[in-house]
């Protein structure tokens, strides 16, 4: 197998192109890595090679590196897979390092041949950090390629050298945001960050010509160089000092303290400021490998990024023919339908929007023109793209107008009677194989189905609320709902480019099920006097993006409210919140339904900013003299949400668990360090998850008694990743 | 076991720790030797006559650095016999120094020390010195590291104090100070800097805003509200250390935190057969001295906990100490001591602390325990504690006994 290929042009420049055997995208493996280094050998060896361009043969130049590698190398290390891991990163440092000195002598840094990466792609991970060891880098000027370093948004970082490299280059605080945040950034706004040199339209060219007029001086790296400072000053220099100071502060209030990798990667940083560069990248190895011992960065990747992306690629799909959605139908025009057109219609698909009467209609379509007028002023969207997403959608009242459409979604009111009418006037219209779908999020879709006179076509298409912005999709299945409706909507999502996951039908679904628990844990301890303060931060200590009672003012309290009565009425003994809903119906009649009535357990300014939390509660709810104990906050939130997936798949709701993990990060933000709550049990072990669920039912009641499913996956030591590894294919 | 007792104490006048500070133009080593000569020739100190100097210094770099305790010897009339050796407990540094004199003495390890410190934080000045604490990020994240005058906002947002409660305690330690010397209560202990031709360049605590009062410090504004809540956003790492907090509540600012100035003091201390070898006579007795560490965030709360140890160890309660000293680092500090031992604020600090005369780091703590035996004296009362909170947690205390 060969990825890389070397060919010495009439210029006497050795063009290293890269592209990976069968494979649309170039991503870095083992073997492959050896090779550059044989590559970059037999050229620095070749007398009439004056320099070298590295480039891709794909439109893009690089993914990264391939993830599994990581995983097989701890898995092949045996007994000690850190010094497995460790002695594969210290190999990469050692051939980049021998491409960076390229041949040049120790002493006086003379006699190396140029090379430069041109970058005719989009570029990421390995790829940005074999680039960034070349001595120059131009890349293409098509805007939709991006260059980065992502690794952090799989809980790693960039451990190629890219972390000691480029902040080596540009400093601590300009390495900062690159590093950390992980953008991967179009050609101009990467030249400004320092990432690349240069922006051209022939990259290859452009490249070519740098490499066959640089001189000596040209490839020295300023490490290389006697006198090297670190450009905005090393920790103990003045500047540097308040740099690394409020790095520190800034990393530990962004992370909430619980990704492993942001602070491994400042570490990184920090001490490899103060030692000369090759013990910086050692430094830069351990950091790199602790991270990968870490099994937060393990369960990030498999569910952020492998299994995340199977899901996308049709995991689950049912083996029926293409079901390439032309035209949707989105039947009611409010805030959920005026989303489902603009994703839609931005992914190049006709729609029709409908209302009951034309005003809504256009105030619905009327979203997705302000949605791209705002991406125009922010230089995201063009006049043209705009036009072009507006011209794609029909608002109007006439049903007639949905004939051709070969999917449904209809988002009306809340409500069995409205739907069930929908339901019926719009089949009378549509075409015989369409699709219909609900985007309702509490109601069941069998019952709904049953206004449909074909049922097996018939299915839930769950959005979150706000559209554009949510990259979940839940698909739930009726009782009746066939193959070809499942792939439909999994083909429909694809094309918008969200995750979706396919959910059996029981109340709530997936999602809604868990973040109920989660909501009513909180409001819970309201009423049992814990401090507001403390249960809200409690989560975001956990890694949740909202506490819970901001969560609940933000879906509205009166929607809490109704969803307890049916709850309640469809529960009846079996029913748990009673002290919830002392609590939400108290803060009902109070009219403190959330930030909608700038009233709820926050108070809100007149603009409808969130302030303090409201003095009343501590009047009604005396706040007690002994409050809890962080961790028992915590695990009432978090355990909540746990076990209930848990149930989920003990019923059969959940097929996968990778659906259970992928759907509950990107949901509802479940702690994404932890890579969702089967990894979450898989990582602190099912007898101790088993135990402490003893404990907090003990304590807390009902809520936490724990599942049989986990029951007896404690008792035989199971994990869920294995147990279910079968049916699930899981990574 | 030996006693170890208090022969005497001094201490230099406190300069602004700015460029235009009267003290700025002298040197750390020839300060600290300008105190030292001042014990020297109140107590016949020739030859060999202490173990050591134990001198106190928390910026420990520039002319501070390479041992300023045996160079300020070297600099001073103090025979070359004498070593020195600098300690940095921060802000307690100059205790500690005593603490540490007062245990040698106890467990036999030479008859008499020097013990005191110096800080010249208008010549070198805070934090120059770097410190893995604040900007190590494994360190730093690790333990919730914030600045200071965040974690003295914690106390008084936890402890419930106000902005006008550090103000009124600022207006008093101002009042206090100024009757303290308008009364003569430190002519005993304070020493005049002389330049090298004997004239005076500084003879009064320059610090000093007596005409401080409520409105004045009302138009201050909070120091450390920025750095809380906007960059870099220390408040955040406070809430999540403290979750059950909603938000910091920002109360101090330079009139209501201890003054940066530059300032030494230096104690004489030694055994009983010492005392009478040197025909000197014993002032008070160092009944016992305390250390703790405490939770690194809030971080200034540590005058409690080691008060509770110090008192505990002696076999004491609260009401056998007739006077205290707690060091206004911050106005939030001396509340919390007061409130957690329900102590009579006429007890504590009662001629002012270092938010009216400053707080030279590393020689405050020999200064307050001078200015606590001084007052003891003057009332004619038994039985007084020292006691500060310390930069990264820490807490250290000392009761002295007269005889």
Redesign the interface.
């Known amino acids: 197998m060969a990825d890389f290929f070397l060919n010495v042009d009439a210029d006497g420049v050795a063009i290293i192109t890269w592209d990976a055997e069968n494979k649309s995208m170039n991503v870095l493996t083992r073997e492959a890595f050896g090779l550059v280094e044989q590559l970059i050998d037999e050229a620095l060896a070749d007398d009439a090679v004056k320099g070298i361009v590295i480039t891709s043969a794909k439109r893009d130049f690089a993914g990264g590196m391939d993830l599994n590698v990581l995983a097989s190398i701890r898995d092949e290390s045996g007994e000690n897979p850190a010094q497995g891991l460790f002695d594969f990163t210290m190999n990469g440092h050692r051939i980049l390092r021998k491409l960076e000195r390229a041949g040049m002598d120790a002493k006086t840094n003379k006699g190396g041949k140029p090379i430069a990466c041109a970058i005719n792609g989009t570029c990421a991970g390995i790829g940005t950090e074999i680039a960034l060891a070349c001595h120059h880098r131009v890349m293409t000027d098509n805007p939709k390629s991006k260059v980065g370093l992502p690794e952090i948004l799989l809980g790693i970082f960039p451990g190629g050298g890219g972390t000691i490299r480029f902040s080596h280059m540009v400093g601590a605080m300009a390495a900062a945001p690159v590093l950390l945040q992980g953008q991967m950034m179009a050609p101009k706004k990467a030249l400004s960050s320092g990432l690349i040199d240069a922006v051209n339209s022939d990259p290859v060219a452009a490249a070519k010509e740098w490499v066959l007029n640089a001189t000596d001086a040209d490839i020295v790296k300023p490490w290389d160089k006697k006198g090297y400072k670190m450009p905005g000053g090393a ?2 220099h003045p500047a540097g ?1 308040m740099t ?10 962004n992370t ?2 619980v990704y492993p990798a942001a ?1 491994a990667l ?2 990184a940083v ?2 490899g400021a103060q030692v000369p560069f090759d013990t910086a990248l050692k430094i830069e190895a351990r950091w790199f490998t602790h991270v990968l011992m870490n099994p937060s960065s393990s369960a990030m990747i498999r569910s952020l990024f492998i299994n995340k992306q199977a899901l996308e690629k049709g995991a689950n799909r049912p083996k029926v023919a293409d079901e390439t959605v032309k035209k949707i139908g989105v039947l009611g025009a409010g805030m959920m339908g005026a989303g489902i057109s603009l994703v839609s219609a931005r992914a190049g698909i006709e729609v029709v929007l409908i209302d009951q009467n034309q005003d809504a209609a256009d105030r619905g379509k009327s979203y997705s023109e302000s949605f791209m007028d705002k991406g125009i002023s922010r230089k995201k969207a063009t006049p043209e793209q705009k036009e072009h997403v507006l011209s794609l959608i029909e608002a109007t009242t006439d049903l007639t107008s949905l004939a051709d459409c070969d999917l449904i979604i209809e988002a009306v009111f809340e409500d069995p009677a409205v739907k069930a009418e929908m339901t019926k006037k719009v089949e009378a219209i549509i075409p015989k194989d369409a699709i219909f779908a609900s985007n309702t999020s509490t109601l069941p879709i069998s019952d709904l189905a049953k206004a449909s006179v074909r049922p097996e076509q018939f299915i839930g298409i769950h959005f979150f609320s706000p559209v554009e912005k949510m990259a979940l999709v839940e698909i739930i299945k009726g009782a009746k709902t066939g193959d070809r409706a499942v792939a439909k909507s999994l083909d429909y999502v694809r094309q918008i480019r969200k995750t979706p996951i396919v959910v059996n039908d029981e109340r709530f679904f997936y999602a809604n099920r868990c973040i109920i628990p989660y909501i009513n844990s909180g409001i819970q301890m309201v009423g049992e006097g814990v ?4 249960i809200d ?2 989560a975001q ?1 956990l890694g949740f993006p909202v506490g819970p009672l901001q969560l609940v003012d933000e879906t509205s309290i009166d929607l809490g409210a109704k969803i307890a009565r049916a709850t309640r009425a469809a529960m009846g003994d079996d029913y748990i919140d009673g002290a919830v809903d002392e609590v939400v119906f108290w803060m009902e009649e109070q009219g403190r339904l959330g930030r909608k009535s700038k009233a709820g357990f926050y108070d809100y300014d007149e603009k409808g900013k969130r302030q ?2 409201w003095a009343g509660l501590e009047d009604k709810y005396p706040r007690a003299d002994d ?1 809890p104990d ?1 961790i028992d906050v915590q695990h009432r939130l978090l355990f909540g949400q746990v076990l209930e997936a848990v149930r989920a798949l003990e019923e059969g709701v959940l097929e996968d668990i990778r659906e259970g993990d992928v759907g509950a990060i990107l949901g509802w933000g479940f702690a994404p360090w932890s890579g969702g709550p089967f990894s979450w049990l898989d990582m602190v072990g099912a007898p101790w998850a088993a135990e402490r669920c003893d404990e907090l039912a003990a304590k807390f009641g009902k809520r936490f008694e724990c599942p049989a499913l986990l029951r007896e996956m404690a008792d035989k030591n199971q994990s869920f990743y294995k147990r279910f590894a079968s049916d699930a294919k899981a990574a | 076991m030996n006693e170890a007792y208090i022969y005497d104490a001094v201490r230099s006048v406190r300069g602004k720790g700015r460029k235009d500070g009267s003290l700025h133009e002298v040197t750390a080593p020839r300060l600290s030797a300008v105190i030292l000569n001042a014990l020297k020739s109140r107590n016949n100190l020739e030859g060999h006559a202490v173990e050591d100097v134990i001198w106190g210094n928390v910026t420990q770099v520039a002319e501070q650095g390479a041992c300023l305790a045996r160079t300020a010897v070297l600099a001073s009339d103090l025979d070359e016999s004498i070593p020195g050796v600098s300690i940095n407990r921060f802000c307690a540094s100059g205790l500690e120094a005593v603490n540490m004199a007062a245990n040698q003495i106890r467990g036999g390890a030479g008859d008499a020390y020097i013990a005191g410190g110096v800080e010249c934080m208008s010549r070198v000045p805070m ?1 120059m010195d ?1 410190g893995a604490i ?5 360190i ?2 690790d333990n ?3 600045p200071q005058g965040i974690s003295a906002d914690i106390i008084a947002t936890e402890y419930g104090f106000t902005r006008d409660q550090a103000d009124a305690l600022a207006v008093e330690s101002q009042r206090r100070a100024k009757a303290a010397w308008d009364d003569h209560r430190f002519d005993r202990s304070v020493i005049t800097i002389e330049d090298i031709n004997g004239l005076s360049i500084l003879n009064h605590d320059e610090f000093m805003r007596p005409q401080t009062d409520m409105q004045s410090l009302g138009a201050l504004k909070p120091s450390f509200k920025d750095m809380g809540e906007v ?4 408040d ?2 406070a ?2 250390k403290y ?5 910091i509540n920002h109360i101090h600012h330079a009139g209501n935190s201890s003054g940066i100035v530059d300032g030494a003091a230096a104690i004489l201390i030694g055994n009983k057969e010492y005392g009478e070898r040197m025909g000197l006579k014993p002032r008070a007795r160092i009944r016992s001295t305390a250390k703790i560490g405490t939770d690194p965030t809030i971080m200034l709360t540590g005058p409690v906990p080691v008060t509770k140890k110090i008192l505990a160890e002696s076999g004491m309660s609260i009401s056998d100490i007739d006077l205290f000293e707690v060091n206004e680092a911050f106005a939030a500090v001396v509340m919390r001591f007061m409130q957690a031992f329900d102590a009579d604020p006429d007890k504590v600090n009662v001629n002012g602390g270092s938010i009216a005369m400053g707080h030279p780091l590393g020689a405050t703590g020999a200064m307050i325990l001078g200015t606590l035996l001084d007052e003891l004296e003057r009332t004619d009362k038994e039985t007084g504690l020292a006691t500060l909170c310390i930069g990264s947690g820490m807490g250290a205390a000392t009761i002295i006994e007269r005889v």
């Open positions: 920790p103990y000092f690394f100071v409020g790095a520190s502060a800034m990393v530990h209030s909430w303290g602070k400042l570490s920090y001490e401090a507001p303060a403390l931060h409690a200590l303090g939390y409050q962080l | 934090g770097g604040a900007v190590d990020p494994a730093a994240i919730y590291f914030v960059m870099p956003g220390f955040k790492i809430l999540m979750p059950h907090l909603e938000r």
